[in-house]
Structure formats: structure tokens, C-alpha cells
């Protein structure tokens, strides 16, 4: 099973976790980012609960020219999907590819999910 979704653009790892004291809570754009994927997920009816070891590629499409690290873009939207119901946990992501698409207004994230098979398993 293939999944295929186009997300919006996520805030960064800097801005979507915030700290009070010793404990570390999600920004209100974070919370935003994520009722804006559990929208997207229900409009596309995917409450799946995907279980099972798991790839994903992301085309990350940034809002604008500046410069950006690949890497502090995944953490909102795994979580956001997995929040969502997606999948049980972003642990199950055995394989990440994420490639740098060009700037469109506003930004999104081409998504793909599937399963993978790992050595030995048989498929069903």
C-alpha cells in the first residue's frame, strides 16, 4: 500500500518544540501544523494505524530562497502523521529519503509512504 500526500510546509525542530522550566511542550504553531495534517488526513479518509516497518520520501518544496538544513524538517510531520493516526509510531521508518524541490508559494512536502520488506520476510 502506497500512500501519497501533500502536506503543508512544517515549522522547524526550533520553533515547534518550546520549554518551560524542564519540561518540553508543543508550540501553538506546532499544534496549528498539526490539526492542518489531521485535516488533510481525514479529508483523504487514511486513518490507518500503519503498522509494520516503514520508507518514506519527502520532496520539501520551501516557501521561499532561504536557506534551510533538510534535516530539522522531518520531526512536525512525522509526528503530525503519526498524531494523525498514519502510523503507530515514527519509529517504524527504517529507510528516510528527503530531497530539496524547488520554491513554491507558500511551501509543502510531496509525502510518500510504504511498506518495506526486510531480508527474509515473505510478503503477504
Excluded at 5 to 14: A, D, E, G, I, R
Excluded at 74 to 101: S, Y
Excluded at 114 to 122: D, H, R
Aim: net charge positive; hydrophobic share 40%.
Amino acid at each position: 500500500m502506497l500512500i501519497d500526500l501533500v502536506l503543508p510546509y512544517p515549522p522547524t525542530v526550533n520553533t515547534y518544540w518550546r520549554r518551560r522550566g524542564s519540561t518540553y511542550f508543543i508550540s501553538e504553531e506546532g499544534k496549528r501544523y498539526r490539526r492542518a495534517v489531521a485535516l488533510i488526513v481525514r479529508q483523504q479518509r487514511l486513518k490507518l494505524s500503519l503498522s509494520g516497518r516503514l520508507a518514506i520520501k519527502v520532496i520539501a518544496e520551501p516557501p521561499d530562497k532561504r536557506r534551510r538544513d533538510l534535516d530539522n524538517i522531518l520531526k512536525a510531520p512525522l509526528d503530525a502523521l503519526t498524531h494523525a493516526g498514519v502510523l503507530m509510531d515514527d519509529e517504524q521508518f527504517d529507510e528516510i529519503n528527503i530531497v530539496r524541490g524547488q520554491p513554491v508559494s507558500g511551501g509543502r512536502l510531496g509525502v510518500k509512504i510504504y511498506p518495506i520488506m526486510l531480508e527474509g520476510q515473505v510478503k503477504k
